[in-house]
């Protein structure tokens, strides 16, 4: 079959149409699937949300840098001053959770995936800044 059929029947349990992937406009469904991928970080298993998570602080902490540098108001979530590693993932898991609750209704097939969410959630509690630190670098 072709890719959209392949993909509908790995994702949506065979409901499609045409014009539709699983039901909802193809580029609304791209746009939404791209959105899930683009912040997939925290739907993988912890030792690589860690790894994700320190990758997405360095990079937001050094756009704070340089907007301090050159006398520019900080972003907040990029004030390495102001954030932490750890809750800023708390605080984005809070944030995300309940739109990839809403695309796994419209692609019952994800629903397993963003699951994963809880138990990475679960695992941040233990956390801090040091503690990631010891463990990541």
Do not use: H
């Not at 072709?2 to 499609?16: F, I, K, M, V």
């Not at 997939?40 to 949300?49: E, G, I, R, T």
């Not at 932490?84 to 809070?94: A, E, S, Y």
């Amino acid at each position: 079959g072709s890719w959209s059929e392949n993909a509908c029947d790995a994702l949506c349990d065979g409901r499609t149409r045409s014009g539709a992937f699983c039901g909802v406009p193809i580029q609304t469904a791209m746009e939404l699937l791209m959105k899930v991928a683009d912040t997939s970080n925290v739907l993988k298993p912890f030792p690589v949300a860690k790894k994700w998570a320190v990758r997405v602080t360095d990079e937001f902490f050094n756009q704070g840098d340089v907007e301090r540098l050159r006398g520019l108001p900080v972003t907040p979530n990029c004030d390495r001053e102001k954030q932490t590693r750890v809750g800023l993932q708390k605080g984005f898991i809070g944030f995300i959770k309940p739109f990839f609750s809403g695309v796994a209704k419209l692609f019952p097939k994800l629903q397993e995936t963003v699951d994963q969410i809880d138990e990475v959630s679960s695992m941040w509690v233990g956390y801090d800044d040091v503690r990631l630190e010891l463990e990541e670098g």
